[in-house]
Every structure is written in C-alpha cells, then in structure tokens.
C-alpha cells in the first residue's frame, strides 16, 4: 500500500462546469502523476510533479492544469470539462528509493462528463 | 521515440494453460527500465515487476516468468498453469531518461474455468 488516495472516487459533471480532483499521499514522496486511462491508449500521462510548486506538462496535457501546494496533495483541475475527457483517471507515485523507478498508482477516479 | 507495443488486445485461455503477453519497447536510450503491471477487474493498478537495461536475466516468480531480450526488444511475460483469478489486463511500461513511464495499450487475459 503506497498511502494513495484519490478524491473524488466518481464523479458525473456537465460538459462547461470546472472540476478538480485531489491526490493524497501520506509518505512524502517528491515524485507525482497524473495519467487517463482510455480503451486502446493505455495509461497516458498529463501532468507530472518533482515538488512542491514544481510541475511539468505530459503527453496530453491541454485542458488540464495542475497545482501541488504542499508535498502530500496533486490537484488536477479541467478548468472546462469537455466530453472527451470523460475518462479514468490515476495519481502515481514513485517512491525515493535509489534506482526505483516503478511507480504506484491510487484507486483511481472515474469521471463522466456530459 | 519511445514506443511500447503490446500486439495482443485480447488473449482468452482456459484455465491451467500457460500463456505468454508479448512487449515490445522503442527506445534510444542505452539505461531503462521495463515494468509489468497488473489490473484486475476491480480497476487498481498493481506492479509486477522492475528490469534494468543491464539485467538480462530471467526472472520467475511462482507461475509468473518474465524474459528479457534486448537482441530483440522484446520483454514477455508468461503465466505457468493459468487460473481465473490471473484474469485482468497487463501493461508493459518503459521508463525512459526523461523521467517518463510510457505503457503499451495492454493487453485483457481472460482466464475461463
């Protein structure tokens, strides 16, 4: 158990309305991810963070905007959800351990946007 | 680029076969990493196992065998004596020196009793 939790665990909004789910961690890892998960794409990544106010765009990035204020929590923010981001979404971790690079993932979100 | 390719979408056995997942991975970079990982009907992510780029050893696990080939780029994973609860989709994943994990489309084992 990587001490992940992810709030809201399901969520139904409108196409327009802003929405931001949270990410928690208990073990103060400095390394964090958001990813969808969409069928025959995978796991893709967003956003990702390497510390506290420190966050960089991933492979699908645009419509989403990121924040980490304090070391245990990521928020992912659609700012305008759209139907095409009805989707699963995933907050990661990787732990500090030297040469570990696996990351472990939250119970996930599933958001429906319509 | 990177790229990870899992061919199969969907591989259906019956219970007690053994099965094998390919991947295959792109990558430029002579240090990586490869990753298996498990997603049971219940949707949580599980992690199965780590390789480094310097390790080609196989390695097993109880019914769980990974072999690593870098003549071919190819990491597979084989489930010995398949049961239903081996049933799930399994992504292969590469990191790269971009600090990125990228996953192949995955690839759903139904197991049938």
């Known amino acids: 158990d990587a001490g992940i939790t992810q709030s809201p665990r399901h969520k139904v909004t409108e196409t327009g309305t802003p929405v931001t789910l949270r990410c928690h961690q208990t073990e103060n890892h400095r390394y964090m991810y958001w990813y969808r998960q969409d069928p025959g794409h995978g796991l893709r990544l967003i956003h990702y963070?390497?510390?506290?106010?420190?966050?960089d765009k991933g492979e699908v990035s645009d419509g989403y905007s990121v924040s980490r204020s304090k070391t245990e929590d990521f928020l992912l923010t659609l700012e305008s959800a759209t139907s095409s981001q009805t989707s699963v979404y995933f907050c990661?971790?990787?732990?500090?351990?030297?040469?570990?690079?696996?990351?472990?993932f939250g119970p996930g979100t599933r958001l429906t946007v319509t | 680029a990177q790229k990870v390719t899992q061919a199969q979408t969907e591989i259906s056995v019956v219970e007690k076969e053994d099965v094998t997942l390919d991947c295959v991975y792109e990558?430029?970079?002579?240090?990586?990493?490869l990753f298996w990982y498990k997603q049971p009907p219940s949707g949580e992510l599980v992690f199965l196992i780590r390789?480094?780029?310097?390790?080609?050893q196989n390695e097993i696990s109880g019914r769980y065998s990974w072999n690593f080939q870098k003549s071919t780029s190819s990491f597979n994973f084989t489930i010995t004596a398949s049961q239903v609860v081996d049933s799930a989709v399994y992504f292969c994943?590469?990191?790269?020196?971009?600090?990125?994990?990228?996953f192949g489309q995955g690839t759903e084992l139904s197991v049938k009793p």
């Open positions: 963070s390497y510390g506290v106010k420190d966050t």
């Open positions: 990661a971790i990787r732990p500090k351990t030297t040469g570990s690079y696996e990351q472990y």
């Open positions: 390789r480094n780029s310097f390790d080609e």
């Open positions: 990558t430029r970079d002579t240090t990586y990493y």
């Open positions: 994943a590469l990191y790269n020196q971009g600090g990125k994990l990228i």
